[in-house]
């Protein structure tokens, strides 16, 4: 009988941890997101007018969602956060279902949904994204839990399905058809395109799903425009200030801290010198390598600065700007934190400042957030690359919407994708030039120490004027 007792236990341990070192249990890990959601249902049911809730809704499910869709600016605060928190329940309790091991990844993804259910991303336009990407699980005879995160980064194309299904110049049945099907393509060939563009930029940019996003988005732009369907971006953003908003984030960023800080020393495991000296890259997430309770002192860390930052410049918390810091919050769990982030912050506020753009507009602040995606290049390169690649992010991130115009969510991730190719092999020449100027002054000092003299010798023929004249060196030890 106690051998059945063990085997049990044995089985249903197994089923819900995970062998892989700092992983932590399915059951802890969604509990604890599921507690995030309900926080921020919690506001939302606060900050809501419920007789408008229906009316608000249907204005985000049925609106073409391109950027940029404020929907705090469309419907209002409530209602936008009511959506956000939807797919935010949608989200976990997809990875949930399938069993997806709680890692930085799945974090990141999950608060990405929550980021982007402030402006653009509802149940929808989510919808079919999902299906082509579960449409490729099945064809590939794979579980679907392999792809899963790739379908929540991956519904940055959410507006593609919105544009079609609900643009006026379509009949409504027509349109939802095509939007759909287009929708169910771009998720089907999102996959193996995702896991190919990954490798371009050597997994410095923590949103490569942005750059398949904005290459699908920009090729779906221009078939449009090819045909004469033009696609106009769109400016719908709220610029009166939230202070509730702001009151919500920093009780969260000092919740996080406040918990992880109490429960990492209750259990003797704080550790955040292993979450500074962190690569930044994602495969080596921090969540995995420093535990969960390390990991939300630096979600909160990197709340608090985002939050200051924005208050110091003076800019509008609205539902953009809401959602780039629920990313960084969410990727702040792979790599980013507070120090290789603050160096790509002071170089994209160096080019605001340059620049014929106000620091506190919207585009520019989210520039200036979501430029944290590029923090391993400040690990890689020091603080002087990441300061380069946030001044080169911010002249790339301001122009390139017009590529896809608008289809792409993850405008910043497309960007940072484009910076990251670019930069990385100057990057590269830099280091390798100051790499061989070491290595020879290293060899000039070893030289002179052991007292070898470099002279050049002259052939015994003197060369005709016509030939020109050989040296080579020869080794001689002084006495």
Known sequence: MSSIVGLLKSKFRNDLHFPEKGTISVHNGYRLLFLFNLFLFSAAVVLMEPRQLLAEMQLILFSESHLVTDYIALTSVGTALFNSSMMTFIAIFICYHYRV?????????????TGYGLFGKNLLNFIPIFLGVRLYSYFMNEP????????LYGSSVSPVVSFFAFNQRLSPVLGIGVGYLIGIVIGFIMVPLALHFQSLFKRVS???AGFTSGMLCTMVAGICRMFGL?????GIVSNEQQPELIVFLVIFGLLLCGYGLRMASKRHRLNLRAIWSHSGKIELDILRDTGVYNTMINMGLMTLLLVGYVMTIDAVMNGPVLGAIFCVIGFSACGAHVFNSVPLLLGVTLANTLNIYAMNETVTVTAAIFAMMLCAITNAYGWKGGLI????HTSMVLNIDVLHGGLNLYNNGFSGGLVAMMIIPLLDLSQQLRNKRAIDQVEDAMLDKAGIV???IRQEEEPTSEEPQETRLSLTRDN
Request: hydrophobic share 60%; glycine share 8%; charged share 10%.
């Open 101 to 113: 091991p709680m890692t930085g990844g799945a974090v990141s993804a999950i608060f990405m949904v």
């Open 144 to 151: 679907l839990k392999k792809f899963l995160l790739i379908a």
């Open 206 to 208: 923590l949103y490569s």
């Open 230 to 234: 033009q696609i106009d971006l769109r």
């Open 389 to 392: 690649v946030g001044f080169i």
């Open 454 to 456: 470099l002279h050049p």
